[in-house]
């Protein structure tokens, strides 16, 4: 009986264990993440760079979202390595361009949208790898931090940084600046990597009497025939003609005068020849040409006469010759030789940076938190309440120190945690960005050619009226300057996108290390421990950064089919080659449907990003500035408390850890604020907070 009885009360005991284990696991868990009993988080091996024996431990962490970016970059390069090979072997590349498709212009425009799309998918990719991996590099180590804050200045923390630059070293600059600039080529060339060809027609137009069907003409009497043509062309049309030859449907398209004059006056003619049968009854002028004694006319143009002189009375029917569409996808293999250079240069270092480089840095808000506990920096001694906007202050005015008061306001929003010069710096940039999209679409709408009444044409469309081209660049041998032009707004909005992304990693870095206040939670660092979170991303969780991923992409899309490169083959069948630099036109196309999307696109990105910072808000209770070296120095002083000393620094670090007041103060009595993984008390209003010494009084 007694037996029994000791088993029940070890067996009760034992689930007290169990549950207790439990809970002071949960207490672990990421500061986002929903508590739930049904399952227990497994435990986490901390990976180190020399001495982890297991390729999964050297390979967790931030060397795990390295990897993953190295990944990406080595398959958006193998992809156009593919590219550039079934280039060469099977599409029989033509002075550097490649036809990948020759036919129908529909088809050709929906296969160029589409690669385009993919494209814009995959530069996309690249940018956020390497967002990715410039951010690590900046990243500063301890050593930096701290001869910065002797300098008295702070370093950022957490985030994409340009004056973290100016503080670290060398080396790790230049890899910085090596992925940096193998980017900028990228975006410059890869949307014309791929491009489409518009194939049209000359005009080629004969207004035809009747027997110009029936019987040979002699073309050499002015009598009959009025032009410069070649006799023998004319003999090369008598014979597609003759001989019952005008009626043969699958050669002519009997087609009526009004069609006849639509047709040849289109931008595009996607006809051969036509053949206008003069009326009968009509007057022997036509076009304000007198036709009267002449079999064969050749008229110049239709369009030039479009307010009047043709008419479709004019024409009994018309003939029109069935040929072959030309439009075309082409591939340009000098620009795409650039971009896998590029790419090459951009995968290379950053496979150096994972196998070479083992100094361990500062990263995240988590790996600040746990360095300054387990080594205090005597730059932030007694300065348990500096904020972002108050390091200047306190660092330079040293007695300021010992009169910080908790004077907390309310909740503050998320745009707070972002410095002024950031927000407009970032603000004057979308707005010459969207200002300068606006002023090309009232331009356009301005041009001699613009009709508010005419179909303007879907994404990508290629029209003569929209069309920017340089007189001195035509020829063959000058699109690459076009190809320039047409995608500067490429690397404009790339860098939009950088400076956007570095918004929204500032604002989730203070949210990370606001939420210190209100709830316990492990550190989230690069190198964990068994009782710490490990970290893929910096700061910016997945939940906000493939969003705005997807999103670059589709406005980098948007973009692309706004302004494009466009080349045009006019083919006269008349010659037997197209050999004349003047028949190629080169020049840059835009459209007015992508343009005002790609405005309206980008006006709601910024608008979200303005209302999300001004909507949400930070928890109330810790000072602003989670990427701030200096602040989160500030707020790592371990003190004494009350009941006696605290653990060691390292194994508090390691514990669940929240921010409040460890010593208590008063309104004369200075009291004392860090991180704790033992039970903190929120700040009081008014009350002194600083300081190294338990209830020290004021003099």
Avoid at 153 to 175: A, E, F, T, Y
Avoid at 199 to 221: H, M, Y
Wanted: proline letters at 4%.
């Amino acid at each position: 009986m007694a037996s029994s009885q000791r088993k029940s009360e070890n067996e009760m005991q034992s689930h007290s264990q169990v549950n207790a284990g439990k809970l002071c696991r949960l207490e672990q868990e990421p500061l986002s993440k929903k508590f739930s009993t049904k399952s227990e988080p497994k435990e986490r091996k901390r990976p180190l760079y020399k001495d982890a024996r297991s390729w999964l431990a050297q390979f967790s962490g931030w060397r795990g979202g390295f990897l993953a970016c190295i990944a990406v970059t080595a398959i958006v390069l193998l992809l156009n390595v593919m590219l550039a090979i079934v280039a060469v072997t099977t599409w029989d590349p033509v002075n550097g361009i490649a036809t990948i498709y020759t036919g129908n212009c529909s088809v050709s425009s929906r296969w160029t949208m589409a690669m385009h799309l993919l494209i814009n998918f995959l530069s996309s990719l690249l940018l956020g790898a390497s967002n990715y991996c410039m951010q690590r590099l900046a990243a500063p180590t301890r050593a930096e931090i701290d001869k910065a804050h002797r300098r008295k200045k702070w370093l950022d923390i957490g985030m994409p940084s340009i004056r973290n630059l100016l503080s670290i070293s060398k080396g790790r600059v230049v890899l910085w600046a090596l992925i940096g600039l193998s980017s900028v080529p990228l975006h410059f060339l890869y949307n014309s990597v791929i491009f489409g060809t518009v194939g049209t027609n000359g005009f080629e137009f004969l207004a035809v009497q009747p027997d110009f069907l029936t019987v040979r003409i002699d073309s050499s009497n002015k009598t009959f025939v009025d032009s410069d043509w070649s006799p023998d062309y004319y003999a090369a049309i008598q014979d597609l003609v003759l001989d019952g030859g005008y009626m043969n449907r699958t050669r002519f398209e009997n087609i009526t005068g009004a069609e006849c004059i639509s047709r040849y006056s289109a931008e595009f003619i996607a006809s051969g020849v036509g053949l206008g049968v003069m009326s009968s009854t009509r007057p022997v002028w036509i076009g304000g040409i007198n036709v009267k004694g002449l079999i064969a006319q050749p008229l110049t143009s239709f369009r030039k006469y479009q307010t009047g002189g043709f008419f479709a009375e004019d024409f009994a029917y018309c003939l029109s010759l069935k040929v072959p569409s030309k439009c075309k996808v082409e591939l340009s293999q000098n620009i795409l030789y650039a971009v896998i250079v590029c790419n090459a240069v951009k995968l290379v270092a950053m496979v150096m940076i994972l196998w070479r480089w083992n100094r361990r840095t500062i990263v995240t808000v988590g790996d600040a938190i746990e360095s300054f506990i387990e080594q205090p920096d005597c730059t932030t001694k007694d300065c348990c309440l500096m904020a972002k906007d108050t390091v200047a202050k306190i660092w330079h005015r040293p007695n300021v120190k010992f009169h910080q008061r908790f004077h907390p306001r309310a909740r503050e929003a998320w745009f707070r945690a972002v410095s002024t010069g950031q927000w407009v710096a970032s603000i004057i940039l979308y707005l010459i960005t969207i200002g300068f999209a606006i002023f090309f679409a009232y331009s356009s709408s301005k041009t001699e050619f613009y009709n508010r009444q005419k179909k303007t044409g879907g994404f990508g469309r290629v029209s003569a009226d929209y069309l920017i081209h340089i007189e001195s660049l035509q020829g063959k041998d000058n699109i690459s300057l076009h190809i320039l032009l047409a995608n500067l707004p490429q690397a404009i909005i790339s860098f939009v996108y950088l400076t956007y992304n570095a918004l929204f990693t500032c604002m989730c870095a203070n949210r990370e290390w606001s939420r210190y206040a209100i709830k316990r939670a492990v550190l989230r660092v690069t190198i964990p421990s068994p009782t710490q979170r490990s970290s893929y991303f910096i700061q910016l969780p997945y939940i906000y950064s493939v969003p705005l991923l997807l999103a670059s992409a589709l406005l980098h899309w948007f973009i692309s089919q706004s302004i494009f490169l466009v080349r045009i083959i006019t083919y006269y069948e008349r010659r037997d080659t197209v050999a004349a630099d003047e028949d190629i036109l080169t020049g840059v196309g835009y459209s007015e449907d992508a343009i005002y999307t790609s405005l309206g696109w980008g006006s709601a990105l910024v608008l979200f990003c303005l209302v999300f910072a001004g909507v949400r808000t930070f928890p109330k209770g810790m000072p602003i500035g989670g990427t701030n070296s200096a602040v989160i120095s500030a707020a790592c002083h371990v003190r004494d408390g009350i009941e006696g000393p605290t653990k060691t620094q390292d194994d508090i670090s390691h514990r669940p850890l929240q921010w409040g007041v460890t010593i208590e103060g008063s309104n004369d009595v200075v009291g004392h604020c860090s991180f704790s993984s033992s039970e903190v008390q929120r700040p009081i209003v008014g009350h002194l907070y600083a300081g190294s010494a338990a209830k020290m009084k004021l003099s």
